[in-house]
C-alpha cells in the first residue's frame, strides 16, 4: 500500500481530502499510536486543548522538533513548565543540565524536576567532578529551601545533593546571588 511510504505531512494531507482513508487510517488510535512511538507519550500524558485533535498535537510536537534540536527545545520548555515536551525531547535524546534545574526550581516547576532526575537524562556522578555543576545544583536546592519548597528540595535531597546555604550563608532577595558574610 502507498500510504506506507507517505511522510507525516503528506499523510495527514491525503487524510484532510478523503473522509473514507481518514476514518480508516488517520483516526485517533492512529495518531495515539504515533505519538507513543515516536515521542515517548502515553495516554495519560496527552493533554490535548479544547477543540484539539490528536493529530493536532502531533503535528504541534513535530513543528517544535522540526524547528529546534531536542536539547535546545528541553531547554526551552523547562524553562517555560510544559511537562509533555519535556518527556518528548528526553524521549529523543536531550539531556538536561544542571541550569535547567535551577530554571525549574525557580519557577516551582516540581513534576519538571522530578522527571528529569526519574529518566536519567541527567547524571549526578559525571556532574560531581564538575564543580560548577555540582555548586548549581546545590543553589537550585538552597533556592528550594529558601522559596518553602521541601517538595523540591527534597527530590535534590534524594539525590545526593545538600543545600549550599552553610556558615551564615543567605540569598539577596530574589536575584538568588548567594552572600557569603566576610
Known amino acids: 500500500m502507498i500510504l506506507g511510504y507517505l511522510d507525516d505531512v503528506d499523510l495527514a494531507r491525503a487524510c484532510s481530502v478523503d473522509r473514507n482513508m481518514r476514518n480508516r487510517v488517520c483516526n485517533n488510535d492512529y495518531w495515539v499510536r504515533k505519538l507513543q512511538s515516536v515521542y515517548g507519550l502515553g495516554l495519560d500524558d496527552i493533554i490535548l486543548k479544547p477543540n484539539q485533535t490528536y493529530a493536532g498535537y502531533y503535528f504541534e510536537l513535530y513543528n517544535v522538533f522540526k524547528l529546534r534540536e531536542p536539547t535546545r527545545a528541553l531547554r526551552y520548555y523547562v524553562r517555560h513548565g510544559d511537562l509533555n515536551i519535556v518527556k518528548a525531547a528526553i524521549f529523543l535524546g536531550a539531556r538536561s543540565d544542571a541550569g535547567m534545574f535551577y530554571e525549574a526550581t525557580e519557577n516551582g516547576y516540581y513534576d519538571i524536576i522530578k522527571y528529569m532526575f526519574e529518566s536519567g537524562s541527567y547524571q549526578p ?13 546545590q543553589l537550585s536546592m538552597s533556592k528550594a529551601i529558601k522559596m518553602g519548597r521541601e517538595d523540591i528540595a527534597d527530590l535534590f535531597r534524594n539525590n545526593g545533593y545538600i543545600p549550599l546555604m552553610m556558615h551564615n550563608a543567605d540569598f539577596d532577595g530574589d536575584e538568588g546571588n548567594l552572600l557569603v558574610p566576610n
Open 125 to 137: 556522578s559525571a556532574v560531581l567532578t564538575r564543580v560548577p555543576d555540582k555548586i548549581t545544583m
